[in-house]
């Protein structure tokens, strides 16, 4: 038998499953019989890549054509980048292993900030040019998609072009004009970008000139050519429940971080939690009909083989056909002997018979999201739920035997006080309370309450992107306030580290004068920063330092009036939606959800979803 | 398929000697109930439709209860592909005339000493060139002693003066209990 490079390199490397590829139901084709190879890039580790969502359904939408081969290509692991870069050897995918220069197509999602200096890493140890004007067309297109892509400005300048929203009908329509420039000889890349742009949802950094002031905010986003629209717009899945979705997954060998069949049952949400931008991005709330589901449900258990599935959306509770689902789901898991899983189930419409049938006798953690500790801050947030029902629920759960409760919630949010972060202790010692006041024989022993505190990071297309983000130092005084203030010893006090959180804020609102210090930073081994383990915060600072960035300017509160770096993306939501809601915010007033009344957010101008219910 | 009662019920399904992941194989067990009774040839044909690619069932037998036990199984054979600084270096007969070698090797309670010379029932190399040679290893395996292959290459260069192995690859060719095939 004959070794390869790699084959010798994967004996000496962690879980080098995560490099063999050849799981069950991945993609085989004959790489020469195709007009695009698609190189689908996730950057972060396999375990990571395999759990999104995203990625599963373009995979297979892009394999569905016969001209088009999408692979995968993920980020390798310190290790093995080690090992490969000692080798020079390239990036690789995972189907036939050929390298990432290759490829017609590169298309990276781009889910969390944090993720930017593997995009640049993983292009390095591809042999490409990081810059797209260095790029001519014998290199692959870099594309990139996915929630950051709204404002990837921080990074704009190395992709050809962004597909903003949904990207299950764009990526069909990119790869058909790739094909129809591939076929006329590649001429001039312009040409491709040219053809594209006209269609909804692309934008091609390239095409527009940002200019600053001198006080160094945005004079202006201009767009320098024709085919350039002012604003461009995100694309949504108009009939969410006739759209593609894949009746196969790929199968992995290893385990991976979401390891079971995933049910997307809607997609958006209608809650309006003034924080959120998926919550806001992803609207119009659109439902997947129970029938559909439980069709593809099987469909999907059948192919795979897993024992256990779980519904996937940002809001479970709200999904409308829920009791329908369920109790078509049940009879499948309870003949097939699957486990159903069923996480974001909000505490104000929390079902707790439906929780008692699933988990017949397992009694796993629960999650209560609160998100802040004073009806004030909640109302601020326009998290609608009340200390009530958070208390009530709580008794039901102790009531039902449930002893292991986790709260997140999240410091420095607009307005917040001192009392504010009290209250966060103040909820936790009530919900103890609860458990106490459930007679001896009614409660399951060893309750164990678990607090958790995340920073909050103001996110473009939310009430709050012109907020200012708490400095690190405040951070940590609210953490220490609260450190103090939570002595249970039945509560456990967990909290975010505030260091990966201001890179995050920075890149969040960032705009593309931060390019340079990502690329120093790079070149100075910086990757993987969302594992605290790899984040060098200090590498991070010294590259702004040298690019003479102060990254604490991205970080403050900006006027209504200012251009932001994302003022030429539209996703649907007008802005003076969203100054109305900070305005409320401001006055702690609430904003009811979708379903019970229309706020006027724009997005009915997609006739899709709630907005037609 | 049947399923284990309790709590937490799974597939009642045994796969003897799990291989470790980047060993290949040509001799592979394994055990399933079913709640209801299927003749071998279909039980062969639905999994072989079911296989991913490079694994295929070569035969079913129905089995009553304990019958064809796989705790009983004692020895496997490996034939081992080896990179090494100098095949010069190592002789087989050489290698097997030790009365005992000692290694560290791996247990539940960590690492300790211990001779591995008993547990080697057959052991034979083929030289391809300089580099490159394929070592043939009947090795103790199963409850009473599992001797890893690894295990062995290690001993092949302690007891080798000057013998440095850069990449091994393993290829399992029979899986034997009571010193007999299964099937």
């Given amino acids: 038998m004959a070794y390869t490079e790699k084959d010798k390199i994967l004996m000496k490397v962690q879980k080098p499953t995560r490099y063999t590829g050849g799981e069950l139901n991945s993609i085989v084709k004959d790489k020469n019989s195709v007009d695009c190879r698609f190189g689908f890039c996730f950057p972060d580790v396999y375990e990571i890549a395999m759990s999104n969502l995203g990625m599963k359904i373009l995979y297979h939408t892009l394999n569905e054509r016969p001209d088009t081969y999408c692979e995968r290509i993920f980020a390798p692991w310190v290790d093995m980048e080690e090992e490969m870069r000692k080798r020079d050897m390239k990036l690789f995918s995972l189907e036939t292993g050929d390298d990432a220069d290759k490829f017609d197509i590169l298309g990276f999602t781009l889910g969390y900030e944090l993720c930017y200096s593997n995009v640049l890493n993983m292009l390095n140890l591809s042999d490409i040019p990081l810059l797209a004007k260095d790029r001519d067309e014998s290199f692959p297109i870099i594309c990139g998609g996915g929630l950051c892509a709204y404002n990837a400005e921080p990074i704009a300048e190395i992709f050809d072009f962004f597909m903003l929203g949904e990207g299950e009908e764009t990526i069909n329509l990119i790869t058909e004009e790739y094909i129809k420039w591939k076929k006329s000889g590649k001429k001039c890349k312009k040409d491709y970008l040219r053809a594209i742009a006209k269609l909804d949802g692309i934008y091609v950094p390239s095409f527009y000139d940002v200019e600053y002031n001198s006080d160094n905010t945005i004079k202006s986003i201009t767009p320098n050519e024709d085919c350039a629209k002012p604003k461009i717009r995100k694309t949504i899945m108009q009939d969410f429940d006739k759209a593609y979705t894949p009746e196969t997954l790929v199968v992995p060998f290893g385990e991976v971080v979401h390891d079971r069949v995933m049910l997307e049952v809607m997609r958006g949400c209608i809650r309006g939690c003034r924080f959120c931008e998926a919550g806001y991005a992803y609207r119009p709330a659109r439902n997947r009909s129970y029938e559909t589901l439980t069709e593809l449900a099987d469909k999907l258990l059948g192919c795979s083989g897993y024992d256990e599935i779980s519904l996937s959306s940002l809001s479970t509770s709200d999904y409308t056909?829920?009791?329908?689902?369920?109790?078509?789901?049940?009879?499948?898991?309870?003949?097939?002997?699957?486990?159903?899983?069923?996480?974001?189930?909000?505490?104000?419409?929390?079902?707790?018979?439906?929780?008692?049938?699933?988990?017949?006798v397992r009694k796993s953690g629960i999650t209560f999201a609160p998100e802040a500790g004073t009806q004030r801050l909640r109302d601020v947030i326009n998290k609608n739920i009340?200390?009530?029902?958070?208390?009530?629920?709580?008794?039901?759960?102790?009531?039902?035997g449930w002893t292991n409760v986790k709260l997140y919630f999240m410091i420095g949010l607009p307005s917040e006080t001192d009392e504010d972060v009290l209250g966060i202790a103040e909820l936790s010692k009530n919900i103890l309370g609860e458990y106490f006041s459930i007679p001896k024989e009614s409660r399951a022993k060893n309750i164990n309450i678990t607090v958790s505190t995340s920073s909050f990071i103001p996110k473009p297309f939310t009430a709050f992107q012109w907020s200012k983000q708490d400095t690190r130092q405040e951070i940590v005084r609210k953490q220490d306030i609260l450190k103090k203030a939570i002595n249970a010893k039945q509560i456990r006090y967990i909290w975010h580290d505030n260091k990966t959180s201001y890179l995050e804020g920075?890149?969040?609102?960032?705009?593309?004068?931060?390019?340079?210090?990502?690329?120093?930073?790079?070149?100075?081994?910086?990757?993987?920063?969302?594992?605290?383990e790899q984040y060098k915060f200090d590498e991070w600072l010294k590259a702004f330092k040298t690019c003479g960035i102060d990254p604490d300017w991205y970080l403050r509160e900006r006027a209504y009036d200012e251009i932001l770096p994302w003022e030429h993306i539209d996703i649907g939501i007008t802005k003076e939606f969203f100054m109305r809601e900070n305005e409320k915010a401001k006055s702690a007033q609430t904003t009811p959800n979708c379903r019970e009344k229309c706020s006027g957010c724009g997005m009915r101008a997609f006739g899709a979803g709630v907005c037609c219910e | 398929m049947a399923y284990t009662s309790g709590f937490n019920p799974h597939p009642i399904m045994t796969i003897a000697m799990p291989l470790s992941v980047g060993v290949t194989s040509e001799t592979e067990y394994m055990k399933i109930g079913f709640s209801e009774d299927y003749s071998e040839e279909e039980v062969k044909e639905r999994l072989n439709s079911a296989f991913p690619k490079g694994i295929s069932v070569l035969a079913v037998k129905k089995l009553d209860g304990k019958e064809t036990d796989f705790a009983k199984i004692n020895k496997v054979v490996y034939k081992t592909e080896i990179e090494c600084n100098d095949t010069s270096l190592f002789d087989d007969k050489e290698f097997m005339k030790n009365n005992s070698l000692v290694v560290m090797k791996k247990t539940k309670s960590g690492e300790k000493e211990s001779d591995i010379r008993p547990y080697i029932y057959d052991f034979f190399a083929e030289k391809i060139d300089k580099t490159k040679m394929t070592v043939n290893m009947c090795i103790a395996a199963g409850n009473d002693y599992n001797l890893k292959g690894e295990t062995v290459l290690l001993a092949m260069e302690k007891y080798s003066k000057g013998l440095k192995i850069t990449f091994s690859c393993s290829h399992r060719v029979k899986i034997l209990a009571n010193d007999r095939e299964i099937l």
């Avoid at chain 1, 002997?337 to 017949?360: A, H, T």
């Avoid at chain 1, 009340?386 to 009531?399: D, H």
Wanted: one cysteine or more.
């Fill in chain 1, 321 to 360: 056909e829920l009791r329908e689902l369920t109790d078509n789901l049940l009879k499948i898991t309870e003949e097939k002997k699957i486990g159903l899983s069923l996480p974001s189930l909000r505490i104000d419409n929390f079902s707790l018979e439906l929780m008692d049938k699933v988990q017949k």
């Fill in chain 1, 386 to 400: 009340t200390e009530e029902n958070v208390l009530t629920s709580a008794k039901m759960l102790f009531l039902g």
């Fill in chain 1, 506 to 532: 920075v890149f969040a609102r960032g705009d593309r004068r931060l390019l340079p210090a990502i690329i120093e930073a790079v070149k100075n081994g910086c990757k993987f920063d969302s594992w605290d």
